[in-house]
């Protein structure tokens, strides 16, 4: 069994429909460490070929992100300008998150950043309309 932190394209849906707002709401206190689905993919096809092995450690992305600046990052990257807004969220799974249950910085083995992930996926060179829409 692999754990993994967030996918980079959770992460991007989320900033997406965050964006269509005139004001960016954005959970206080929670961060996130986005990993690469393809990173992840590959860690299973490892996993897979080789000998049974349980439980084996969480795979994370190489860095821990604020909420606010994973959907700066993404305003930015699309050329939109919202203003964020942080939300304080109540509960026990709210809390989980700001404790960091969601996190393994002890296991940021991913390499591709969120930075590079929305260079590909997001940024639109200057006159030209990219695959994926902002």
Do not use: C
Request: no cysteine; aromatic share 6%; charged share 20%.
């Amino acid at each position: 069994m692999l754990r993994a932190t967030q996918f980079h394209d959770l992460v991007l849906m989320v900033a997406r429909q965050l964006a269509k707002l005139p004001v960016v709401p954005v959970p206080a206190g929670f961060r996130f460490q986005p990993v690469d689905a393809d990173e992840v993919a590959a860690r299973l096809v490892e996993l897979t070929l080789g000998p049974p092995a349980g439980l084996v450690p969480d795979l994370g992305g190489p860095r821990v992100y604020r909420g606010a600046d994973l959907v700066g990052g993404y305003l930015r990257a699309s050329h939109r300008h919202r203003p964020i807004v942080p939300v304080w969220l109540p509960g026990k799974a709210a809390r989980a998150v700001r404790a960091g249950a969601n996190l393994s910085p002890e296991q940021a083995v991913g390499h591709r950043s969120w930075e590079d992930f929305l260079a590909e996926r997001v940024s639109l060179p200057s006159g030209s309309r990219s695959r994926s829409t902002a």
